[in-house]
């Protein structure tokens, strides 16, 4: 027996040995344990290829789609869910960027807003406060030799730091997906450089929040946002506080009206915006006692601009001491017990009883992450980006019961919408519109360019009507074609197309005959046919090159776009509202859709520009990237 039972314990080992070493093998070589349906969908394997980058990187690149078909589709894609590639070249090319480590501490001290480098010099007697307004250039001047002196920098330096940063990762990042999915869920969570109060905050939330929770369960990434500076600050929530605590002995009679401040701002916008939506069940009263939940919720104190008092009662008790009493410090989070509404709640049905500190808000935002109306909605939504403006109700209802099954596993949902078919269907190639950031970036990326002012892209993003990083409303950037496309914004991209192509954008720089291995097309009709192959792989060029060809050959091109914005263009201010008009459609095919986001900034008129470059395969690659085919993904 003993004999029996000791080769027994052997087998089994080795048996166990294997198992545990297949299941290793098998996470080692990256093999997923889902299949694509593309097939299914009539679609080849080098078709289904340029959709899937199409939708998950920033624009294909030369020679991708053959290395994606090497390592296999869904290798590929399984790979990137894990966003472990190494990224040596992007890694050098962001280590000149030192502001982008710092912490908000530190950010806060080396990069102080306008008003508190004011307040510093006049404290050190830079400047006297009555001679604030007397002569702004002379003022000026002194404001910024104190600046230097202190080794201060101006915020602008830090935003054009973010700013080009993100430009970069988008062009060069081997984790093209994680990069992806940290634009659309900052968009969701979206927060604004154009407050001030909380655009400081803004480079860290993106690098500590966003990115590195894009594939974690939903309701982590809600946490980390609810506890994050820049959101505590973006919708003012860092001041929100319950009514003030009179002592049992008081002689002073309790206020009527004894609320120190309740903000509703981010509770309403946490249902709306972060989870429910705005049809997800819930009502104003609900609104109303979930802020109450959230009250005591604030910012740990970073310098005298951010103590709020709580700076000497940090400094006057033990870290231990506080934590005794109900403070709770979570590296730039704190939450303040005595802020903090301690009267019973009920939201959505869900009774808190008096008493209650941190936890309340912990269990709050647990509860929305996990609630039926948050899954909806949070499906619908990666659908719309992912597949179209108006995904079927099927795929919707597939990726919300991943959703529910899962806890929210994002990385679960991501799975179950790209092996749904309703994700390869036909009628989901190219119905996606880019937006004026994916259009820079997948021009960059298809003409394989180098980019060494990230900067100066920026610039025509923002020309083309998307001022990244700096949307005000906390809806963040609609994500549909008609908000992108209209008269103005189709003569910039064009204009953007004429500009790359010609290498007029300094710092942009690229071998625009290497793309073509160095062969030099017979005629204009040649090298549209050619370089609509290179620049919108596995696609049916032939139309296409059939409605540009007339732009191509046509010497008047610039006079008649001018004629078509002139005949189509309302006046400046009302440039970007309400206006239906077709761009030249006798030379593009194309109509503008009518733009009914009235939050969108107004822009001047755009024109064509004369001097876009008179060599003939600038041009055909310019006119290919203004063109309505390649606005689509």
């Known amino acids: 027996m003993k004999i029996a039972f000791r080769y027994f314990s052997i087998t089994a080992l ?68 894990k966003a472990n590639l190494e990224d040596k070249e992007l890694k050098q090319m962001l280590d000149k960027y030192d502001a982008l480590q710092l912490s908000n501490a530190q950010v806060v001290e080396k990069y102080p807003r306008g008003g508190v480098a004011i307040r510093m010099a006049i404290k050190d007697g830079y400047v006297h ?86 594939f ?57 915006l972060h989870t429910l939506g705005v049809d997800g069940g819930y009502n104003q009263q609900d609104v109303t006692q979930a802020a109450r939940v959230l009250t005591g919720w604030t910012i740990a104190p970073m310098n005298d601009g951010y103590s709020d008092g709580m700076k000497k009662i940090m400094e006057n008790s033990s870290k231990e001491k506080l934590l005794s009493t109900g403070y709770v410090l979570d590296g730039d989070f704190m939450f303040v017990p005595n802020r903090h509404d301690k009267g019973e709640k009920t939201v959505l049905d869900k009774y808190f009883p008096e008493g209650g500190g941190y936890e309340e808000g912990v269990t709050l935002l647990n509860m929305l992450a996990n609630h039926p109306s948050t899954a909806k909605f949070i499906s619908r939504k990666l659908a719309v980006r992912f597949v179209s403006d108006n995904p079927p109700q099927s795929l919707i209802d597939k990726m919300a019961k991943t959703f529910r099954e899962k806890k929210g596993n994002l990385r679960e949902v ?20 880019k937006s004026p950031f994916e259009l820079a970036m997948s021009a960059v990326r298809s003409l394989d360019a180098e980019i060494t002012q990230p900067y100066q892209l920026f610039t025509w993003i923002n020309k083309m009507g998307q ?76 139309e296409t090159v059939k409605r540009l060809k007339p732009m191509v050959n046509d010497p008047e091109l ?21 206006e239906e008009a077709s761009l030249g459609e006798d030379m593009m095919g194309m109509q503008a859709m009518k733009e009914k986001n009235q939050a969108k900034p107004t822009q001047p008129k755009p024109t064509i520009q004369a001097n876009a470059g008179s060599n003939m395969l600038a041009q055909v690659v310019g006119v290919i990237i203004g063109s309505p085919e390649f606005q689509r993904k």
């Open 467 to 542: 001022k990244i990083y700096y949307y005000q409303a906390p809806t963040g950037f609609p994500d549909r074609a008609a908000y992108w496309i209209n008269t103005g914004s189709l003569l910039n991209r064009m204009n953007f197309g004429l500009a790359i192509a010609s290498q007029k954008i300094p710092g942009i720089k690229f071998n625009i005959q290497a793309l073509n291995q160095n062969r030099e097309p017979e005629s204009a009709e040649a090298a549209l046919y050619t370089y609509s192959k290179i620049m919108m792989p596995e696609r049916n060029v032939h």
């Open 14 to 81: 080795i048996v166990t040995s294997l198992i545990v070493l297949a299941s290793f093998t098998k996470e080692k070589s990256g093999r997923a344990n889902f299949s694509f349906p593309y097939k299914q969908a009539g679609l080849t394997e080098r078709e289904a290829a340029a959709h899937l980058l199409g939708r998950f990187t920033y624009g294909i690149k030369p020679g991708e789609i053959d290395a994606v078909l090497k390592i296999g589709l869904e290798k590929w894609f399984a790979s990137q869910l």
């Open 414 to 433: 991501m799975i179950t919408m790209v092996t749904a078919s309703e994700f390869w269907n036909k009628e989901a190639l190219r119905e996606k519109t």
């Open 129 to 214: 406060k009555d001679s604030v307004d007397q002569n702004r250039a002379d003022y000026r001047q002194i404001i910024k030799k104190y600046m230097d002196e202190k080794g201060l920098r101006p915020q602008q330096e830090l935003y054009r730091q973010f700013i080009s940063q993100k430009i970069l990762r988008a062009a060069y990042s081997q984790n093209q997906v994680q990069e992806v999915l940290t634009e659309f869920w900052f968009n969701h969570f979206n927060v604004s450089l154009d407050k001030g109060q909380c655009a400081e905050f803004i480079p860290a939330y993106e690098r500590d929040v966003i990115r590195p929770n894009v």
């Open 216 to 272: 974690q369960d939903f309701n982590v990434l809600l946490l980390a946002t609810a506890k994050s500076p820049a959101m505590l600050r973006y919708l003012d929530n860092f001041s929100s506080a319950g009514p003030m605590e009179m002592p049992k002995n008081a002689k002073v009679k309790k206020p009527a009206n004894n609320n120190r401040g309740l903000n509703e701002n981010y509770a309403r916008e946490v249902m709306e």
């Open 558 to 578: 610039i006079k008649k776009v001018e004629a078509a914005a002139n005949k189509n263009q309302v006046k400046t201010e009302n440039m970007m509202m309400n």
